[in-house]
């Protein structure tokens, strides 16, 4: 670097303090991913702000927002360390045969679709190594470089510096086990109101929007809930007896098909929001991305062909 360079730009620690804190819109947070206390984090950004002669963030009670330049600086570092992140990826892709991809998706897409696919991917493309972790953090709060392809719900999918596209969509309706369904016998959604309802954190609100679909009032009682942190533990627990959850069509399409669970009435079916996959616009022409999100598509669109001609071969039949 020369000396010119050297000199125009703030400490690195500064800048990755910012990133974090920006990222997160909290110094605690940024703290907590970089290892440091809050007050490191604090006397960094200040640093900064005191190189820069500007003020980065507003400080409103224990909260810190972005000021107008914080925010225009913090998009401009943000992608400067994401373009670092590809760099020191490709440098080391160019020391070994082995491509590591990490994928970032959603627990329970990752067990009742991606997982058992994998092994075509892995077949067809043994010099990528697939690294999956499991998260539902949102993907803007993600430091630059943790991940190469993620999956998330639409409505949760950062506007900005991101390429997306859709993996499918999905259709909810009550599930429960058969044990459970010959215990409780079900004819209408008035039935479903009194009995154990089982809901995730990441889906809040899907049973009144499935009762108001159904021309219902809505869930008689919080006490008929059972919460979960994760949907795949809600589920789990319809599939182990503990009452009805609000099973996605297609990922429960196997436990249908192998009894393991019975969805008691057809309708309505709730139209869900899509899953989506998402690259980070400055990798998304990376070979090992490209090769990953093309299997991905064919994946997807096989399986939504095969749905189609499954559902109109047996329409409502369960």
């Not at 719900?153 to 997306?164: C, D, G, I, N, V």
């Not at 599930?175 to 089982?198: H, R, Y």
């Amino acid at each position: 670097m020369s000396d010119a360079i050297h000199q125009t730009l703030p400490p690195l620690t500064a800048l990755r303090s910012f990133e974090a804190a920006s990222r997160h819109g909290s110094f605690s947070r940024a703290a907590d991913e970089l290892c440091v206390t809050h007050g490191a984090v604090s006397r960094q950004v200040k640093v900064l702000e005191d190189w820069a002669g500007i003020a980065l963030f507003d400080r409103v009670g224990k909260r810190v927002v972005l000021t107008s330049a914080g925010r225009r600086f913090a998009d401009k570092v943000s992608s400067a360390f994401g373009d670092i992140a590809t760099a020191v990826r490709t440098l080391r892709a160019e020391q070994s045969a082995v491509r590591v991809l990490t994928l970032n998706v959603l627990p329970t897409f990752a067990m009742r679709w991606l997982l058992p696919r994998l092994s075509k991917f892995q077949f067809a493309h043994p010099q990528i190594e697939l690294r999956l972790v499991t998260s539902d953090q949102p993907l803007d709060r993600t430091a630059p470089g943790q991940f190469d392809v993620a999956v998330r719900r639409k409505s949760t999918l950062p506007a900005r510096e991101f390429r997306t596209g859709i993996v499918f969509t999905e259709d909810e309706l009550p599930v429960c086990s058969p044990a459970f369904a010959t215990a409780n016998p079900i004819g209408d959604p008035a039935d479903i109101k009194s009995l154990p309802l089982l809901v995730a954190d990441t889906r809040a609100g899907s049973w009144d929007r499935w009762f108001a679909a159904a021309g219902e009032s809505g869930v008689s009682s919080e006490a008929a809930l059972r919460r979960f942190d994760h949907f795949y533990l809600a589920l789990q627990a319809a599939i182990d007896g503990l009452g009805l959850a609000l099973g996605p069509l297609p990922l429960i399409e196997e436990d249908l098909a192998q009894g393991r669970l019975v969805a008691p009435l057809s309708e309505p079916k709730l139209s869900a929001v899509p899953y989506c996959w998402a690259v980070r616009s400055s990798e998304a022409d990376d070979p090992a991305v490209v090769q990953f999100l093309t299997w991905l598509e064919e994946e997807a669109l096989a399986f939504r062909s095969s749905r189609e001609v499954a559902g109109s071969s047996s329409a409502g039949d369960w």
